[in-house]
């Protein structure tokens, strides 16, 4: 919701989103400094931030910088919010361990939006872990009115007990709009700053005296969270009880909507005497949580028995189903739908003879995965790169050379699926220069002279730049090609110090590639427009001559605004030899005819690899007039 949207907008309701409501609880709050990295599902926090005024919103070059930024202006005095999506936290956590010892000035806040099921992302974890792990409390929003209402309360507990707060959303919170109650923001007056070394120094001596502190602070957390209205028991019937959180409390509420509820706001540290005494008041206790037993495991070291993961998988986001499931495989019968009045086994109203209409159920009766309404004869959709994207001939050309490709997290990833089928490996964000010199270490030198690492512009400046630095230092180089699309196109064309703007959209000084990778030791930089196949070719193969060369693919996202001549792509079906050379790279707007291409003129960006492709000149591009 933009500035101008809200900036009038007191004590009303609004539909949001969760990432909207989590920006517009920061505002409230009254924070000052907002920093992140885009990722998805966080993506859209700072982007709805950039709406309002009175803040310094930025899109930092990596996570790691971002919470650094925010510590920096929370030392200073002046509340400060860190995002993120679950893998940024990652980056993060050299500062977020050594923080969690510092503590505060001002509110500290820090967002990690999780991706159960990985939606968007190369793996699935559960960043409650890092709230243990670094000793500092994670909440847990449920819809938009509560991501608003926990990250104003957040702030307060980082300034109450003098700690970094961990705010986690999952995917479908972000993504999801519900009702919100709008309020002001808060005038607050920055805190003073106080030079301290024995708190913000974290020298050794220093260090081993504030350990204590951050133990006995778990210990005052835990406490607080006992008598804190975040966790909340909802009793109804005691046939059942359920501890859960999170999206996990609408799903349980869904299917259980009678059932004695404990919901954790507060998903670190436990309270752990509510705890007891709920479960002292049920017949049977389940644990519902998405991902890790993190609070199972919790309950039953306490030696309170409950049945988690032994029936609700541990892979993937749950559902309502998932969770009928799951208490009926422990049950042994079916189990009434107390909202509809409808059983839910075999010979329920409206069931298939397996359960509920279209369930795969599993051997014991529960649930095998869960499934989407609709049509079950799709075709399937698996994702490719954009019609005239200039990273396609870049590939292309990498897999007609033979190369060994390390690949790196972006919209390039894509060029790892067929047909292209070009990269090798895909970790992290930055990996691929460390991993092609590893790889050609371990490589004999015919294979070694054979791998080549691609990286995105904004990622090379995310974490590129320390591996390319390396590669100099110990004189174990490969080609580097920078595949620069002039956006962060992968999380919708966010800003980075290569474009040329900022997250407000307003110019910036623009960082020069070429000049950074001269600096890192680069013995060769060469620019390319990757639409110049011919070109691209030479170039890349001069590259492989000179291992410590860097090649940038330069051509705008094809997403991106363009005032240009408009084209067409014309097929001359009479010079077709259906050798199929046109059809090689892939691009979704030229689709096969028999043995013979034809052209999508939806899709079709007429960007002219597959002209240059064809040896028969039986694709042309025309020109036309010239229109926006």
Request: some cysteine; glycine content about 10%; charged content about 25%.
């Amino acid at each position: 919701m933009a500035y101008e949207q809200v900036k009038e907008a007191r004590s009303t309701r609004a539909l949001l989103y969760g990432n909207e409501a989590i920006a517009r609880g920061a505002w409230e709050a009254g924070v000052k400094v907002a920093a992140g990295y885009p990722g998805t599902p966080s993506t859209e926090i700072i982007e709805s931030l950039a709406g309002y005024e009175g803040i310094h919103v930025e899109w930092s070059t990596n996570e790691k910088v971002a919470l650094e930024v925010a510590t920096g202006a929370s030392i200073s005095g002046v509340r400060a919010l860190a995002t993120m999506k679950h893998v940024g936290l990652n980056v993060a956590a050299d500062p977020l361990m050594t923080v969690s010892y510092m503590g505060v000035n001002a509110g500290l806040v820090i967002v990690t939006a999780d991706d159960p099921g990985m939606h968007s992302s190369q793996n699935e974890q559960d960043n409650r872990w890092y709230g243990r792990f670094a000793y500092v409390p994670v909440l847990e929003p449920s819809d938009s009115a509560e991501a608003l209402n926990f990250t104003k309360q957040a702030f307060e507990i980082s300034e109450k007990f003098d700690v970094p707060v961990i705010v986690r959303s999952v995917t479908r919170i972000s993504h999801a709009r519900s009702l919100v109650e709008l309020g002001d923001p808060l005038e607050l007056e920055p805190r003073p700053y106080r030079k301290d070394p024995r708190k913000y120094v974290m020298l050794p001596a220093h260090a081993r005296g504030r350990k204590p502190q951050v133990v006995a602070r778990v210990k005052e957390l835990q406490k607080f969270a006992g008598d804190s209205s975040l966790n909340r028991v909802e009793w109804g019937s005691t046939e059942r009880g359920f501890i859960t959180g999170g999206v996990s409390y609408q799903y349980v509420k869904e299917a259980f909507p009678d059932a004695s509820l404990l919901k954790l706001g507060i998903s670190y540290p436990l309270p752990e005497d509510l705890i007891r005494e709920f479960a002292s008041k049920v017949r049977v206790l389940y644990v519902v949580e998405e991902l890790d037993p993190f609070w199972e495991g919790i309950v039953k070291a306490m030696g309170i028995p409950c049945h988690g993961k032994d029936a609700f998988p541990q892979v993937g986001e749950l559902s309502r189903d998932l969770v009928i499931a799951g208490v009926e495989r422990i049950e042994g019968v079916p189990v009434a739908m107390a909202r509809s009045g409808e059983a839910s086994g075999p010979g329920a109203a409206g069931a298939s003879p397996a359960g509920r209409p279209g369930e795969d159920r599993g051997p014991e009766g529960g649930l095998a995965q869960a499934t989407l309404p609709g049509p079950g004869d799709l075709p399937p959709r698996p994702p490719v790169l954009c019609p005239g994207c200039p990273h396609r001939p870049v590939f292309y050309i990498l897999k007609k050379l033979g190369l060994t490709v390390t690949g790196d997290i972006g919209c390039y990833t894509l060029g790892a699926l067929p047909p292209l089928s070009a990269k090798d490996t895909t970790t992290c964000m930055g990996a691929s220069i460390g991993h092609a010199s590893g790889m050609s270490l371990g490589m004999p030198p015919e294979q070694a002279a054979k791998v080549v690492a691609v990286i995105g512009d904004s990622t090379f400046l995310h974490s590129g730049v320390t591996p390319l630095i390396n590669m100099a230092y110990n004189r174990v180089s490969r080609p580097v090609v920078i595949l620069d699309n002039g956006t962060t196109a992968m999380t919708g064309h966010q800003g980075h110090p290569g474009t040329g703007y900022d997250a407000r959209k307003k110019p910036a000084p623009r960082i020069s590639l070429e000049d950074i990778a001269s600096a890192c030791g680069a013995k060769s930089v060469s620019v390319v427009d990757p639409y110049d196949v011919k070109s691209l070719e030479r170039t890349i193969k001069e590259a492989l001559k000179e291992p410590a060369s860097v090649v940038i693919a330069r051509r705008p996202c094809v997403l991106l605004p363009r005032r240009e001549a408009r084209k067409r792509l014309v097929f001359k079906a009479e010079l077709c030899r259906e050798c199929g050379l046109c059809l090689q790279p892939g691009c979704p707007a030229l689709e096969p005819d028999g043995k013979k291409p034809r052209v999508n003129e939806v899709l079709c960006t007429v960007c002219g690899v597959c002209a240059e492709l064809c040896p028969r000149g039986a694709l042309v591009v025309a020109e036309a007039e010239e229109v926006r």
